[in-house]
């Protein structure tokens, strides 16, 4: 048994089961590429599930954490530091948004999103409490995250759910309105469905919901945990798409890595939420926040959005050639570097022998595969990747 197998079974022995993993174990990184604890070398188009955003390895975001770790790692939220307020600054900036909480994940947006869009009712006197989210989509698995989730089978087993939540399906106007009424709250949308299956809203959608909002004072809120912080080609996916939310969430890529999670909204919103009303014990943290300038500056004045757009449309054309030559790619979706390809098949054994390969992949459901490499990824590593790719798909077609 070599090492990384080795590492894989004491890892199954005492973390508990909640992936089905593979029996790797990661030492190392250097940009887009990865080194199992025997050597393997593997090009990562799975970036942590769009999280690592400068790549692994990166030295500017290494040497700001290492530097802010010797100054200050945490104080409480009871003072402020600068590099949470620079960060939200620059978030700001860039955005239509006034006001930022810090927290520490996808889910723990999400909870403070829910919980605005309520207090928010309040504040104007609302007694209703309905949020409405879509099917197919995925919020992340607290309670509040988890019963927005619009997939039975993340609810399965934990029931009861919240109460007040309504799920409809996606991009339709009429199934929404049948649901909307005086008890809405707030609207809950991913602007590009990433683990359902990357899945882009409909522009037009997008535009008829924000009316339906404004004519009845509802919340919309984007859930840009996965398809925000660059990967569309903006910092925000509701850039790429223009329509403006009055609401966003932010994590995986934000810190490059470092956990973080993020609520945005206008000062209107914002004054929901009074001391007290919600708080995070590590949120914004400075080490963190820190993290996040570096990502921010790399996005905007290293050239890194912009990569995102060359890179974002070759692997476009690229997928649209694979199309082409292979009758099982039913479909190519997505923007930016979030990007995935619908089989006819199942996608597991392609992951798996791409994985073999020397390329990490990562599905969205049964039939679809999702690339969210890190923004830097260059157009010879997507050569790279698409070339493994392309010799899984052969296997898959011969043994069809
Ligand atoms: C769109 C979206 N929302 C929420 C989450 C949950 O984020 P976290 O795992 O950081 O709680 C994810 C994670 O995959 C996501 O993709």
Not at 64 to 83: F, G, R, W
Not at 183 to 204: F, R, V, W, Y
Not at 246 to 253: L, P, R, S, V
Not at 284 to 295: H, R
């Amino acid at each position: 048994m070599n090492k990384t197998e080795a590492l894989a079974k004491r890892g199954a022995k005492v973390v508990m089961n909640t992936y089905s993993r593979f029996p790797i174990a990661f030492d190392h990184g250097k940009g887009v590429y990865v080194w199992d604890t025997d050597g393997k070398k593997y090009l990562d188009f799975v970036a942590g599930i769009a999280v690592n955003s400068l790549g692994h390895g990166n030295e500017k975001l290494a040497q700001n954490i290492a530097e802010q770790a010797m100054k200050l790692i945490h104080v409480s939220n009871l003072y402020y530091t600068e590099p949470q307020i620079t960060l939200a600054e620059m978030i700001c900036e860039h955005s239509d948004f006034d006001k930022v909480f810090f927290c520490n994940s996808g889910a723990e947006s999400i909870e403070a999103a829910l919980k605005i869009c309520r207090k928010y009712a309040t504040m104007k006197g609302k007694a209703g409490r309905d949020i409405i989210t879509m099917e197919h989509s995925f919020h992340g698995r607290t309670y509040g995250a988890v019963t927005a989730t619009g997939q039975d089978k993340y609810h399965k087993g934990l029931e009861p759910m919240l109460p007040d939540f309504i799920h409809v399906p996606f991009n339709n106007l009429e199934a929404l309105k049948a649901v909307v009424s005086e008890n809405t709250c707030g609207i809950l949308i991913e602007p590009i469905q990433g683990e359902g299956g990357i899945h882009s809203a409909d522009i037009e959608y997008l535009k008829a919901v924000r009316k339906l909002c404004d004519e009845n004072d509802i919340i919309l809120v984007f859930d840009e945990i996965q398809c925000g912080v660059g990967r569309s080609g903006e910092l925000f996916a509701y850039q790429a798409l223009g329509v403006k939310p009055d609401a966003a969430t932010f994590a995986k890529g934000l810190a490059g890595g470092v956990p973080i999670g993020a609520l945005m909204t206008t000062d209107k919103l914002a004054q929901a939420f009074q001391p007290g009303d919600h708080a995070s014990t590590f949120g914004g943290n400075p080490l963190a926040t820190s993290a996040g300038t570096v990502v921010m500056d790399e996005l905007f004045n290293n050239g890194v959005l912009e990569n995102v757009r060359v890179q974002g449309k070759y692997l476009t054309s690229k997928l649209m050639e694979l199309k082409q030559k292979y009758d099982i790619i039913t479909d190519v979706r997505g923007m930016g570097l979030i990007q995935g390809i619908e089989l006819s098949i199942p996608v597991g054994p392609i992951v798996a022998d791409s994985i073999e390969k020397g390329l990490l992949l990562v599905g969205a459901g049964a039939n679809v595969i999702r690339f969210v490499p890190a923004l830097i990824i260059t157009k010879e590593e997507i050569d790279e990747a698409m070339a493994i790719l392309e010799m899984a798909l052969q296997n898959a077609e011969v043994n069809k």
